[in-house]
């Protein structure tokens, strides 16, 4: 595949941005994702991010997408991202519901009730209306400037489950709401990754590489552990270190025409740092010929 390779910066925590991106560029990434940090104009994206050898890779929007009252925000909100996103030469746009700390009918939060959710724990149906709504006017928004809405998964949101994101995508219109998957997410909450490709490759236009360690997954599922104390126990793993079957999915993605941003991520480290983490994931994609 002829792809662009980006790097996230969320395994960097408390850590000064330009030695991020520094530290993105030295691993051998070609680019990392923007985000609206003090308000930047995508001139100012561009020169930061050149100065470090890097280009912008597509960034993330998330939001409480089913809180009717918040509607009229979020569609500013991704009249922004399209301005920005458009000046940056981007296609994408990552587009993810929240809901981790909102406490759900069951009295508990997502964050408490990962890879074990219960119907109590998810949006009633008019809340998830108003989320496919919601998401359907922003796909729109992004288009009138040539970007697509790439729906992305999170494990802890109201959009976790295979059953939510399959119901997300059936109320939205596929030339509109396309698919900016995470690997990480789709295997931590049980959803068999290859399978899910393999089902939508015509609509995944992105994706976030994130692997993680499928036995500290079946035994969290098992004790109901919430997200932090998966988090604790190591669930995330370096690309190539974990379970997720990398070249399958590669294969499946490149019989498609892929040829989009990949961002890899890890979002907690067991390695020594940061950089040694990224170099890891780096090489080990470069040995599949990414």
């Excluded at 729906?151 to 399959?166: K, R």
């Amino acid at each position: 595949m002829q792809v662009e390779l980006g790097c996230g910066q969320i395994t960097w925590r408390g850590v000064p941005e330009e030695s991020v991106l520094d530290d993105i560029h030295q691993a051998g990434y070609a680019g990392a994702p923007w985000g609206p940090r003090g308000g930047r104009t995508a001139a100012q994206i561009r020169d930061l991010y050149a100065s470090h050898g890097l280009v912008a890779a597509p960034g993330y929007l998330g939001g409480d997408f089913w809180e009717k009252s918040k509607q009229d925000e979020h569609l500013e909100t991704a009249r922004k991202y399209a301005s920005i996103s458009a000046e940056l030469g981007l296609t994408e746009v990552y587009v993810a519901a929240g809901g981790f700390n909102q406490t759900t009918r069951s009295g508990r939060t997502r964050r408490q009730a990962v890879t074990n959710v219960a119907p109590e724990d998810k949006l009633t149906d008019e809340e998830f209306g108003v989320l496919t709504g919601t998401v359907q006017a922003i796909g729109e928004i992004l288009l009138e400037r040539g970007v697509r809405c790439c729906f992305h998964n999170h494990v802890g949101t109201f959009v976790e489950t295979e059953d939510e994101i399959e119901r997300l995508l059936a109320a939205t219109d596929p030339e509109v709401v396309f698919l900016g998957p995470d690997t990480g997410h789709l295997a931590w909450a049980g959803v068999d990754v290859l399978e899910f490709a393999r089902r939508h490759k015509s609509r995944i236009k992105t994706m976030h590489l994130k692997d993680i360690d499928l036995a500290v997954q079946a035994e969290g599922h098992a004790a109901g552990w919430d997200y932090s104390t998966f988090e604790q126990n190591a669930i995330w793993a370096e690309i190539g270190e974990g379970g997720v079957d990398f070249p399958t999915l590669f294969g499946i993605l490149d019989s498609a025409g892929f040829g989009g941003w990949l961002i890899v991520e890890t979002d907690v480290t067991q390695k020594s740092s940061p950089l040694e983490s990224a170099k890891i994931s780096r090489e080990n994609l470069r040995a599949l010929g990414i």
